[in-house]
């Protein structure tokens, strides 16, 4: 029996065949060139996305700047490092509640803003305030605070706050400057004045003091001995007064007390104990000096400040005329 042979394939056929093998074994090979490209191209891509988080993470580390995320009770739910300023780890103060570490002087007069900023989405609030360091101390903090709590991607209040500490003092200080005096340390006539103006409507005392027997202590011993008296008399009188008084020297061996609320009862006895404490000696430089004075005492209420004042000074010469031989 004959063998039996293939059945012949046309030509065309076969050539068909191996073009589509061809064809698949192509395509393969493209996708498989195209996943490693992708690939190539998104390893950039990851490596650009971890380098910016690294940067960020590097920025909030060393930051100066504290940022915190308070949640809607008003609790610290995140920190930077830069919490350390107040010398606390950021991982201790996570739940503490912001309001705990204000000064109680400053709380009273930010709680109000503080609330409103709280309830009200969007809301923006910047304030200046002391704030608890771990060794008990008082920094101050400048603080601006935006309230998201309506973005999914934060849901919290916050929070930059910087130290100002130092800048604050300055401020302080400068302030104190232009309303006290320098040598006493006593409130100057400028904060005088406005003490007066703001306490008389309700009706207020006023005594008028001025010194008998400065002026030849400063011609014979000179201004440090003068300076040094004036110094004294100005603690005798700050320790005559009650609490809520003001004390000030308006210039020269001038003084003056605002005593809020009082009459002239009360003010008579405040001028009496001061007097009676003049009446000891003062050791300036070896030397014992003394010096008296002439008292001036007014009451008043719903009056013009300048007017009262004008009073008070006049009640102070009729005392000091009156006193002479």
Not at 29 to 40: D, M, P, Y
Not at 117 to 128: D, I, K, R, W
Not at 236 to 259: I, K, M, Q, T, W
Not at 306 to 319: G, N
Request: net charge positive; aromatic share 4%; proline share 6%.
């Amino acid at each position: 029996m004959p063998p039996v042979r293939p059945f012949p394939l046309p030509r065309a056929a076969a050539l068909g065949g191996l073009l589509a093998i061809t064809a698949v074994v192509a395509r393969r090979l493209g996708a498989r060139a195209e996943r490693k490209s992708q690939a190539g191209r998104s390893l950039p891509g990851l490596e650009a996305l971890r380098l910016r988080e690294e940067r960020i993470r590097l920025l909030l580390e060393y930051s100066t700047d504290i940022t915190s995320l308070i949640d809607h009770t008003g609790a610290m739910t995140y920190l930077t490092p830069a919490t350390r300023m107040l010398g606390y780890e950021p991982s201790e103060m996570v739940g503490v509640r912001v309001i705990t570490l204000i000064h109680p002087d400053d709380l009273p007069g930010l709680l109000p803003d503080l609330q409103r900023l709280m309830a009200t989405p969007g809301a923006t609030f910047t304030y200046q305030s002391r704030y608890r360091h771990a060794d008990g101390s008082w920094r101050w903090l400048e603080v601006t605070s935006r309230n998201l709590t309506h973005d999914p991607r934060v849901g919290g209040v916050v929070s930059n706050a910087r130290e100002v500490t130092d800048a604050r003092r300055l401020q302080d200080q400068l302030r104190h400057e232009a309303t006290h005096d320098a040598l006493t340390g006593l409130a100057n006539r400028v904060l005088f004045g406005r003490r007066l103006a703001a306490e008389v409507t309700g009706g207020a005392a006023l005594l008028h003091i001025d010194l008998d027997g400065f002026k030849p202590i400063n011609d014979t011993y000179g201004h440090h001995a003068g300076d040094v008296v004036l110094v004294r008399v100005a603690e005798l009188l700050r320790a005559a007064l009650p609490a809520g008084a003001v004390a000030a020297r308006l210039g020269g061996d001038e003084f003056a007390v605002l005593l809020p609320g009082a009459g002239t009862a009360t003010a008579g006895r405040v001028a009496d104990r001061f007097l009676a404490a003049l009446t000891q000696p003062f050791e300036v430089d070896g030397r014992r000096l003394t010096v008296g004075a002439s008292v001036g005492v007014v009451a008043g209420a719903g009056v013009d400040p300048d007017a009262l004042l004008r009073r008070a000074d006049e009640a102070m010469y009729r005392v000091k005329h009156a006193a002479r031989p």
